[in-house]
T-cell receptor
Framework: AQSVTQPDIHITVSEGASLELRCNYSYGATPYLFWYVQSPGQGLQLLLKYFSGDTLVQGIKGFEAEFKRSQSSFNLRKPSVHWSDAAEYFCAVGAPGAQKLVFGQGTRLTINP | DSGVTQTPKHLITATGQRVTLRCSPRSGDLSVYWYQQSLDQGLQFLIQYYNGEERAKGNILERFSAQQFPDLHSELNLSSLELGDSALYFC????????????FGAGSRLTVL
């Protein structure tokens, strides 16, 4: 069965600084990988996804993520964060052909002005 | 607006009671998923329906049940409620070509007193 680990429960960065959120997955083959963002009081919004091909994927709001098979990782990055990026970020894994997504515990991002 | 509609947004009830949460998927989406988000368990997959039929089951308690109707809306029924059932319940839908891409509603926050 697939699983996801987000090692950082809470991260604080300054506005304008770069950001990297870590995600490690466990799955026997190449999974489908996702990053979702949840703003306070909101549902989850898809930031980006990886199915196959180019291991660097671009998403909305200036985010990107890189799939590294050797490290079983799919880290999320942004070169310069904005105050509006403060939210909870979830990494998720899905097995091709399976019905559900398995989510990590989430990383809460706080932005210092 | 994601196109997935959940009602009610907030619900406060007492232990032992029964509640029904409702979800309308995005237009054209046949699959509906239910997830529970709590502080200690994170995002847990409960159950999935596809065009009226149950397709996958996760960590759903026997006190909980769901169904998907011919018009594709879904209801999650929670009975004999306990304090620990207090959580945010999300519905998500998936299109036929969505390859595991889930679109989430804003959630229903259940508080059991």
């Amino acid at each position: 069965a697939q699983s996801v680990t987000q090692p950082d429960i809470h991260i604080t960065v300054s506005e304008g600084a770069s950001l990297e959120l870590r995600c490690n997955y466990s799955y026997g083959a190449t999974p489908y990988l996702f990053w979702y963002v949840q703003s306070p009081g909101q549902g989850l919004q898809l930031l980006l996804k990886y199915f196959s091909g180019d291991t660097l994927v671009q998403g909305i709001k200036g985010f990107e993520a890189e799939f590294k098979r050797s490290q079983s990782s799919f880290n999320l990055r942004k070169p310069s964060v904005h105050w509006s990026d403060a939210a909870e970020y979830f990494c998720a894994v899905g097995a091709p052909g399976a019905q559900k997504l398995v989510f990590g515990q989430g990383t809460r991002l706080t932005i210092n002005p | 607006d994601s196109g997935v509609t959940q009602t009610p947004k907030h619900l406060i009830t007492a232990t032992g009671q029964r509640v029904t949460l409702r979800c309308s998927p995005r237009s054209g989406d046949l699959s509906v998923y239910w997830y529970q988000q709590s502080l200690d368990q994170g995002l847990q997959f409960l159950i999935q329906y596809y065009n009226g039929e149950e397709r996958a089951k996760g960590n759903i308690l026997e006190r909980f049940s769901a169904q998907q109707f011919p018009d594709l809306h879904s209801e999650l029924n929670l009975s004999s409620l306990e304090l620990g059932d207090s959580a945010l319940y999300f519905c998500a839908s998936r299109g036929t070509s969505g390859a595991n891409v889930l679109t989430f509603g804003a959630g229903s926050r259940l508080t059991v007193l």
